[in-house]
């Protein structure tokens, strides 16, 4: 007898509930909040939220300050666009960037609810550094990282008072707010698919604010996709 939890033939029914709900969501740009997106599949209203979750957590899917869920950046990320993308575009900037201020420089990108650091440039010397591994989640709400993400985006309700300051001013610096001695410098990269910044962390007070110049060049090195000029 094949498992109830498991389709005919093999396979996961978890996996396939999930796709399904994501081609769901694919067909609706306008997005979709829970009780439609299991009207739509026919799953029951907690599985769907279940799964919903779990894409939302992983950038499948994004979800408004309404509840609405649509297609997530993770998605652009393994389909591909018609130019280079923006770690593409990023890694040789942040490569310059650390080479020039003898701290760690990274990509990071809001995925579900973390800031994800998706590509890192070391410094050239040691010292007392603070590293970041590619893969590396830190809260979006609070350190440079995390609020350079969401003020590259449209404001939101939920967003905290402190972003759209960083929106006007192009950067924001802040001290010792993920780990205790760390200063960071970040600049949001807005008109991407996915809500990403340029990150600097260092142990040098100082360097915070000699980097600021920096940290801008940096980011407008970098740009907005082509197709948003």
Known sequence: MTPSNEPEGGGSQTLERGLAILLELSRHSEGLNTSQVAAATGFHRSIAHRLL????RTGFAARD????YVVGPTVAGLLGDAGPSLRTIAEPVLQRLAQKLDATASLVEAIGTAAVTTVVAEPPTDGPLFWYRKGSRDPLDHGSGGLACLAAGPPRVSEPERVQGIRDAGYIVTHGE???GAHGIAAPLPGWPVRAAINVVTSDPQLADQAIPHVLDAAAAIGVPSDHL
């Open 53 to 56: 979750v779990s894409l939302h």
């Open 65 to 68: 300050d309404d509840g609405r």
């Open 178 to 180: 993920v780990n205790v």
